[in-house]
């Protein structure tokens, strides 16, 4: 005897796949809006991920042909070993990278110019449940970062990040970084990767 029922379906609606359509968040002041609204999140679109050996032209073709602002970097055993961007890959910093190693940039692969994990920090999916998009926001900014990885609190496997410059379009605010620099060649990056963003 079958015991299997029929399911209720409904029309398909109308759907937008770009990367930066986040969901209405109920207020008109984004920054105090549930911080999950602006959270890139895993478990609706796949981990896009570039390969680490990449190089720098491909992974842009890679981006611009997924319609993706940012992606995560994989090695060789499809492990996570950092995150790349499109306003990465065009900035200075690339140039900067390929004079320091005595090459040019088309010798330079994503893994010479990604944010490495251990460059990347993360909070938990319940972290973000209790928080609004300004307290992310501002966490991100006084510490410089460009992206901020939420975890699943038991699994601790990524389920979502969160990029500055999405959430900084979304509230309609500049770019306003103030991670503490070492010496000033770090000032004059952060000044002209800001001018290029």
């Known amino acids: 005897m079958n015991t299997n029922t029929v399911i209720k379906t409904q029309p398909v609606f109308a759907y937008e796949l770009a990367e930066n359509h986040f969901p209405a968040c109920g207020t008109d002041n984004l920054e105090q809006a549930p911080a999950h609204c602006l959270m890139h999140t895993l478990h609706l679109s796949l981990m896009q991920h570039i390969d680490e050996n990449s190089s720098i032209d491909e992974a842009a073709l890679v981006l611009t042909k997924t319609h993706r602002r940012a992606s995560f970097v994989v090695?060789?055993?499809?492990?996570?070993?950092?995150?790349?961007?499109?306003?990465?890959?065009?900035?200075?910093?690339?140039?900067?990278?390929?004079?320091?190693?005595?090459?040019t940039r088309r010798d330079l692969t994503v893994n010479d110019v990604m944010i490495p994990l251990s460059e990347l920090r993360q909070i938990t999916l319940k972290q973000t449940s209790?928080?609004?998009?300004?307290?992310?926001?501002?966490?991100?900014?006084?510490?410089?970062?460009?992206?901020?990885?939420?975890?699943?609190?038991?699994?601790?496997?990524?389920?979502?990040?969160?990029?500055?410059?999405?959430?900084?379009?979304?509230?309609?605010?500049?770019?306003?970084?103030?991670?503490p620099a070492n010496k000033f060649s770090d000032i004059v990056g952060t000044i002209l990767h800001h001018a290029e963003i």
């Open 130 to 179: 209790q928080a609004v998009v300004g307290k992310v926001l501002k966490t991100m900014e006084e510490a410089g970062h460009e992206f901020l990885l939420v975890i699943d609190d038991s699994t601790l496997y990524p389920v979502g990040y969160f990029d500055l410059i999405d959430l900084l379009k979304a509230c309609g605010r500049a770019v306003n970084s103030i991670k």
């Open 75 to 103: 090695d060789s055993q499809e492990k996570l070993v950092g995150m790349i961007s499109n306003a990465r890959l065009g900035s200075r910093y690339v140039l900067s990278m390929a004079e320091k190693r005595g090459c």
